[in-house]
């Protein structure tokens, strides 16, 4: 669990994919998002209808999130579940959440996922050169996001 703390740390982003009853996808960036207690991830609701009402309907998720500079991360299937202010947790979560966004994104509730299945993410170019290292990935990707 600590190295999916790490990459979580470590990420800008992570993607939420939910799906309607009707098994309609929708994957939608998170900017918020912590690891949480020992099998949880939590994520600040933002600006998420559709992610919220898919979750009400079916609990089903995946997110996924890498460091965009080494290219390695983390896809983790779960169930998910909506927490609101009057749930007993929300308090704890919040104050996690609070601190990432330093009270300048207001949330109304908090997806709470309870991890499942956990399954590395790694640029393909590590498999097919094995020798290559983070190091030269690094800057690989920082050529190709025009950062050098």
Known sequence: MNDIKTY????ILCWLATSSSEN??????KEIFAHYRENNIIIANIASPQSVKNIKENHNVCVSFIDV???????IKGKAEIVSKNDTEYVTMETILLKMTKGKFPFSNIIKISIDNVKKIIAPK???YPETTEED???SAKKAYGLQ
């Not at 309609?24 to 960036?29: A, D, K, T, Y």
């Not at 500079?69 to 896809?75: A, F, P, R």
């Open 69 to 75: 500079l080494v290219q390695k991360g983390y896809q």
């Open 24 to 29: 309609i996808p929708n994957v939608s960036p």
């Open 126 to 128: 590590y498999i097919l």
């Open 8 to 11: 979580i740390d470590k990420s």
């Open 137 to 139: 990935q690094i800057e």
